[in-house]
Every structure is written in structure tokens, then in C-alpha cells.
């Protein structure tokens, strides 16, 4: 069965820590993406990757950094982790054309105190 | 304007009943339309796609797609609690290559 693996399902962090968060895709996927969801506001885009090496911003940026050094690998960096990041933070990858669709994977539920 | 429009409910429907679901979009370039189904603390799940207009069933799911009047809806025949979830709309847009576009999601109660 394809999937998308996160590192953690979740995960407790103090204010200014620099936070890794690690997805994995097995289905050979050119694209992958970041997501943050909130009560309300929905699906937020974070940053997302069309290849290795190779980033964009997406609508939220502030804040994360992103890492993409292998095709099926792409990690969030939350860089000083504040209050306002905790959320629960989705990953997702689709085909080159993105005919299919995302898969996501479980999410992370990241709590800041 | 949002680009995905939904009604963010709760939509109540007793079981057994027909569930319709409603997205309204406002890109008229958008190609493909996803519908996906998210039970509460769960990620996302897809149900189905459709690009063309029309219909295009998938055991109980029937998505309904009208480029014409920009709207996409899916209809749940014989609603189960089980179905009870929030489901997202979304949608790729041309010339954006692969990156969806959501909707905040319909929360759906299937009530016995």
C-alpha cells in the first residue's frame, strides 16, 4: 500500500525550539507539500517542491523553512517555534501533474508551550 | 471572493437518506475537481475526482461536476453514520501545475 509517512503523530515543544518535521513518500512523487490546519481556516499551504532541491513558498511561509535533499524526503523547520504554530501539520505528495490528487499523510499534531 | 466556496454546516441527514454536498468555485480555468473526506484528529482522504461535466458514480458517491455554473457537488446515496465527517473540495487550477486549491470543508451528521 502507497504511503505518506510523518515522523510523529504528536509532538509537545517549547517556545523557541527549532522544530523538524519529517514526511516520506514511497510512491516515487515529484511533488510534495506542507500544509497547517486550524479550527476555521482550513488547509493553509506552507511551502511545497516540485523536485529535489528545489522549493516554493507557499500562502504562510513566515516562520518555517523547508528541506528537500531526496525525492522521497521533505522536512519542515520551524525555525523558533512559537504559540501561534501549534496546529496540526499535514504532508502530502501528488504525481507531476497532480491528475490524482494528494496523498497525505497522518499528521502531526504539534502543540508550542 | 474565495476561490472554494463551501457551506461549512453542520448538513444533519438521517441514515439512509441522500447527502448532497455543495462547492461553488470561482476560476474558470480550474480543470479538476477532488472531493476529500476527513474524520475529526484524521488527515484527509480522497474519495473521488471528476474533470468532466456531468456524473461519475463510485458505489455510493456521485460527483457532480458544472463548469458551466461553476459548482461541484457530491451526493452520498444511503448515509451511514460512518459517513459522518467533513468532506473538502478541491480543485486544480490550469497553469498552477500540481497544487490543489481547498475549500474549508462541510461537516456531515448522519443521524439514526
Known amino acids: 500500500d502507497v504511503k505518506v509517512t510523518q515522523s510523529s503523530r504528536y509532538l509537545v515543544k517549547r517556545t523557541g525550539e527549532k522544530v523538524f518535521l519529517e514526511c516520506v513518500q514511497d510512491m516515487d512523487h515529484e511533488n510534495m507539500f506542507w500544509y497547517r490546519q486550524d479550527p476555521g481556516l482550513g488547509l493553509r499551504l506552507i511551502y511545497f517542491?516540485?523536485?529535489?532541491?528545489?522549493?516554493e513558498k507557499g500562502d504562510i511561509p513566515e516562520g518555517y523553512s523547508v528541506s528537500r535533499e531526496k525525492k522521497e524526503r521533505f522536512s519542515l523547520i520551524l525555525e523558533s517555534a512559537s504559540t501561534n504554530q501549534t496546529s496540526m501539520y499535514l504532508c502530502?505528495?501528488?504525481?507531476?501533474?497532480?491528475?490524482?490528487?494528494?496523498?497525505f499523510g497522518s499528521g502531526t499534531r504539534l502543540t508550542v508551550v | 471572493q474565495k476561490e472554494v466556496e463551501q457551506n461549512s454546516g453542520p448538513l444533519s441527514v438521517p441514515e439512509g437518506a441522500i447527502a448532497s454536498l455543495n462547492c461553488t468555485y470561482s476560476d474558470r480555468g480550474s480543470q479538476s475537481f477532488f472531493w476529500y473526506r476527513q474524520y475529526s484528529g484524521k488527515s484527509p482522504e480522497l474519495i473521488m475526482f471528476i474533470y468532466s461535466n456531468g456524473d461519475k458514480e463510485d458505489g455510493r458517491f456521485t460527483a457532480q461536476l458544472n463548469k458551466a455554473s461553476q459548482y461541484v457537488s457530491l451526493l452520498i446515496r444511503d448515509s451511514q453514520p460512518s459517513d459522518s465527517a467533513t468532506y473538502l473540495c478541491a480543485l486544480l487550477r490550469g497553469g498552477t501545475a500540481s497544487k490543489l486549491t481547498f475549500g474549508t470543508g462541510t461537516r456531515l451528521q448522519v443521524t439514526l
Open positions: 502530502a505528495s501528488s504525481s507531476g501533474t497532480g491528475a490524482g490528487g494528494y496523498t
Open positions: 517542491s516540485y523536485d529535489v532541491k528545489m522549493k
